[in-house]
């Protein structure tokens, strides 16, 4: 006999509604703010895509992460809009990458729940059931040092964290950490970003004690069309989310009028 997930409520989404049952349930169990992260296939895990395998090379068991973020910071300031973190900036760059798609050690989540819904159910990918994780940040940090909180991104533990991932000179320590980041990009303000930093490549719910801070919930595949429909009632859509002129294009051309 399978032995029941730990981390899994009883909650299942099949409703915004069951999503609003979701946050009921996070702040009587954590009473504090709660992170969100949507994942298209619950069985995804919560780990830091740069630990991941690279598809496009089944030959290495991850990304090469200092040559991409070194590729990344060069050839950024050409393509950007807006002017570019400083070169010593490594938070701030990592934060850019991130958003923009690159592989890095930083995983996002958001202090919204129906924005995590929409990355759970928008890829219109409907064979798999779903997920969105909740987590409590302040809960997570505790579990490194006792002490309770965000941990900010000038002290000195993270931003030796944050200089490793640029001069490929390895880690302090293997930790994941809930970080008070910075919003410097508007898709981080729309999305209502926040950030995990990894240096441990094992995924978030592998770690002692997870059970207690961390919280997920199936949404089953027959019920993400509704929920995309319900998500974009409520304004959650991709011109919202990712507010550029790219994707209100994409929208306008499906809309119906």
Request: some cysteine; glycine content about 6%.
């Amino acid at each position: 006999m399978t032995e029941p997930d730990p981390h899994r409520s009883t909650i299942t989404l099949s409703d915004l509604s069951d999503v609003v049952s979701a946050a009921r349930e996070t702040i009587s169990l954590f009473e504090e703010t709660t992170w969100w992260r949507g994942h298209a296939k619950a069985e995804w895990r919560l780990e830091a895509q740069v630990y991941r395998k690279n598809p496009e090379n089944t030959d290495r068991s991850s990304y090469a992460e200092t040559a991409l973020i070194g590729h990344f910071v060069s050839r950024a300031p050409s393509r950007s809009h807006r002017p570019c973190p400083d070169a010593d900036d490594y938070f701030g760059w990592l934060f850019l990458a991130q958003h923009y798609g690159l592989p890095t050690r930083l995983l996002d989540w958001t202090e919204n729940p129906l924005v995590a819904a929409y990355f759970a159910v928008e890829p219109s990918d409907d064979d798999d059931d779903g997920c969105i994780w909740g987590l409590s940040p302040s809960a997570l940090n505790a579990t490194l040092d006792g002490s309770y909180g965000l941990v900010q991104i000038k002290d000195p533990r993270v931003a030796k964290i944050a200089e490793s991932a640029f001069k490929g000179n390895g880690s302090p320590e293997e930790v994941i950490i809930a970080l008070d980041g910075q919003e410097i990009d508007p898709r981080m303000l729309a999305q209502m970003s926040r950030f995990t930093l990894h240096s441990d490549p094992d995924p978030l719910e592998f770690m002692l004690g997870s059970p207690g801070w961390l919280r997920q919930y199936i949404i089953p595949k027959n019920a993400k069309a509704k929920m995309r429909k319900q998500l974009s009632a409520f304004g959650i859509r991709r011109s919202n989310l990712f507010p550029d002129l790219a994707s209100l294009a994409t929208e306008l051309k499906s809309a119906t009028w």
